[in-house]
């Protein structure tokens, strides 16, 4: 058993004797990508590989990420993996809402990113049509290696997130494209 613990790397910024300085972004930044709280939304294939990914083997605590939350209000990752009905739609979406913010999205598999194989009337064809995505992992199913690249994105987003972005115009609009309040 290694006794090696892997720091993050520090963000940016000004060191000198007995002092670091950089900025509120780069240090908020560093800690949520490091302590993201996923909400699994897992309904059907995609989230087995997601149990697998949570399992000894594939570990995702290594990302500071084994804090699953089933209630949105204190969940920051919205994992969405499976095929979602159209009847599903307005549940997916109430959850999105509930999220507090910061909060992203990841779309896990080709079912959430586009409806996958099921072109049919009941399936949603993909969860951007009513929620805004940020990362989507491709493949049916995904490996949990692959879903593991999709936190990471995702964890890139976060550190290099702005805390105000959330404030942004630009947020603002993408947020009433799909009218969002
Ligand atoms: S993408 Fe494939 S594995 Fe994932 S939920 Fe859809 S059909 Fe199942």
């Known amino acids: 058993m290694g006794s090696e613990i892997k720091m993050s790397n520090a963000p940016e910024g000004l060191a000198g004797q007995g002092f670091f300085a950089t900025t509120l972004d780069a240090a908020v930044g560093l800690a949520r990508k490091n302590s993201l709280w996923p909400l699994p939304f897992a309904t059907s294939c995609c989230g087995i590989e997601f149990m697998s990914t949570m399992s000894a083997h594939y570990d995702l605590a290594r990302f500071g990420s084994e804090r699953l939350s089933f209630t949105p209000r204190q969940?920051?990752?919205?994992?969405?993996?499976?095929?979602?009905?159209?009847?599903?739609?307005?549940?997916?979406?109430?959850?999105?809402?509930?999220?507090?913010?910061?909060?992203?999205?990841?779309?896990?598999?080709?079912?959430?990113?586009?409806?996958?194989?099921?072109?049919?009337?009941?399936?949603?064809?993909?969860?951007?049509?009513?929620?805004?995505?940020?990362?989507?992992?491709?493949?049916?199913?995904?490996?949990?290696?692959?879903?593991?690249?999709?936190?990471?994105?995702?964890?890139?987003?976060?550190?290099?997130?702005?805390?105000?972005?959330?404030?942004?115009?630009?947020?603002?609009?993408?947020?009433?494209s799909y009218y969002v309040k």
């Open 75 to 176: 969940a920051d990752l919205l994992m969405v993996m499976g095929t979602i009905a159209k009847k599903m739609g307005p549940v997916l979406r109430q959850v999105y809402e509930q999220m507090a913010e910061p909060k992203w999205v990841l779309a896990v598999g080709a079912c959430a990113s586009s409806g996958g194989i099921f072109d049919t009337y009941s399936v949603l064809q993909g969860i951007d049509r009513i929620i805004p995505v940020d990362v989507y992992v491709p493949g049916c199913p995904p490996r949990p290696e692959q879903i593991i690249e999709g936190v990471m994105r995702i964890q890139d987003l976060v550190g290099r997130e702005s805390v105000r972005r959330r404030n942004s115009e630009e947020y603002r609009k993408l947020m009433e």
